[in-house]
Structure formats: structure tokens, C-alpha cells
């Protein structure tokens, strides 16, 4: 679903509080119960540094990414974006205690595919026998792929009950609670989670 956006104004706009790569990426659209969500992921250039802040792609490729041609590259953040949609769909029905929507999954597993695909494998002299790495070394999609793979690891070997939603009525954050008791309730106790204490504090002395 495309909003209607607001543009992230900050150098460094991206939330970091998902603690993991896709998570981050679903956080891109910042502030989205509102009607006017902020998109961080704005032009290409933001997805390919989001990428590389995220861990995704060494900085290098993101440099030389970043001065290809701009209209593949907005072909490429459109496709971003959509998938970054189905990843969050898939998570906002998980979280309402229902199986995801297989068009969701069939859109994730298309992207995940291709982005299999764009990789090879090289020979390594260490730690393994051999490195993966992408194939055509630059093209504009890499930045896609490499969120793609990091979906993919978030669904596949990541504990469910361990992706949350921040509790927060306003807030759609999601997270990976590695809290030792599991049960980290906010995105960030800065932000939404003292917002939330004062708000109880504030109905409770009514
Ligand atoms: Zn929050």
C-alpha cells in the first residue's frame, strides 16, 4: 500500500531499535498509525544507505551504488518499498494471532528467490571454502537483494514469539524482544515507553 508520505528531513533518519536488519527495514516508514507516516526510504540513495548502516552491504558497494543511473534506482526503491509492505503485513497478521496471507508470502519468496539467484559462490581462503558474492558485482537491485536475505532470515530462523509490536497505541515499531525475561514492552523506553508510563500515571491520579 503506498501513503501518503512525509519525507524524513535528518541525515541519519533510520530507527535502529528492531534489532535485526528486516525489522529496521519494516521501521523505515516512521510514525505509521498516523495518516502522514514518514518515509525514510524517500529515494534510492536512502535505501542503499540504509543498507550499508544496516549491515547489509559493505560501504564500498553502497558508494558505487549510489552513483548509478537514478532511474533504475527509483524503479528498484519502488520495489523496496512494496516488499517492505508485505514484510510488515505479514507481521502486523502475525501479530493479531492470524497465519500470514500467502500473496504476502508469495511476494517475499519471489524477492527472496531472485536475490538467490544474483548470488555466486568464490573461493575463499578462510573461514570457509568459499564466499558468497553478488552476480553481476554491481547492479542497482543488489541493495533490494540484500534485504530481501535478510527477511528471509528473520521468517525462517527467527523465534515468532520473539518479534513484537511496540505496545504503544500510537506507535507500530516492531522489535526483537532479547530481553532476559522476554518481556520488553517498547520500542525504546526513552521515547514510547516513558510516553506510556506518564499517560497510565496521568489516567490512574484522574
Ligand atoms: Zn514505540
Given at each position: 500500500?503506498?501513503?501518503?508520505v ?6 541519519n ?13 519494516v ?8 495518516s ?11 535505501l542503499?544507505?540504509?543498507a ?6 559493505d560501504?564500498r558497494?553502497a ?5 548509478l ?30 497465519p500470514?496471507r500467502q500473496p ?9 528467490q531472485?536475490?538467490h ?5 568464490v573461493s ?6 568459499a564466499n ?32 513484537r509490536?511496540c ?7 516492531y522489535y526483537l524482544?532479547t530481553?532476559?525475561?522476554r ?7 526513552k ?7 506518564q499517560?497510565?500515571w496521568?489516567?490512574?491520579?484522574r
Amino acid at each position: 500500500m503506498e501513503h501518503d508520505v512525509r519525507q524524513a528531513e535528518s541525515a541519519n533518519p533510520f530507527e535502529w531499535s528492531g534489532g535485526h536488519p528486516a525489522l529496521d527495514l519494516v521501521n523505515t516508514l516512521d510514525e505509521r498509525p498516523s495518516s502522514t507516516p514518514i518515509e525514510n526510504l524517500a529515494t534510492y540513495h536512502d535505501l542503499t544507505r540504509f543498507a550499508a548502516l544496516a549491515g547489509l552491504l559493505d560501504r564500498r558497494t553502497a558508494a558505487r551504488l549510489q552513483r548509478l543511473d537514478s532511474r533504475s534506482g527509483s524503479y528498484i526503491l519502488k520495489r523496496a518499498r512494496k516488499l517492505r509492505e508485505h514484510l510488515h503485513d505479514v507481521l502486523a497478521t502475525a501479530n493479531s494471532g492470524r497465519p500470514a496471507r500467502q500473496p504476502d508470502l508469495d511476494a517475499l519468496s519471489a524477492a527472496i528467490q531472485a536475490a538467490h539467484a544474483a548470488q555466486t559462490l568464490v573461493s575463499s581462503p578462510s573461514p570457509g571454502l568459499a564466499n558468497r558474492r553478488w552476480s553481476p558485482a554491481l547492479t542497482p537491485e543488489i541493495p533490494l537483494h540484500a534485504c530481501s536475505l535478510a527477511i528471509e532470515c528473520l521468517l525462517v530462523d527467527e523465534d515468532r514469539k520473539r518479534i513484537r509490536k511496540c505496545s504503544a497505541s500510537d506507535c507500530d515499531v516492531y522489535y526483537l524482544d532479547t530481553s532476559k525475561g522476554r518481556r520488553r514492552q517498547w520500542c525504546s523506553m526513552k521515547g514510547c515507553g516513558n510516553r506510556e508510563k506518564q499517560r497510565r500515571w496521568r489516567s490512574a491520579t484522574r
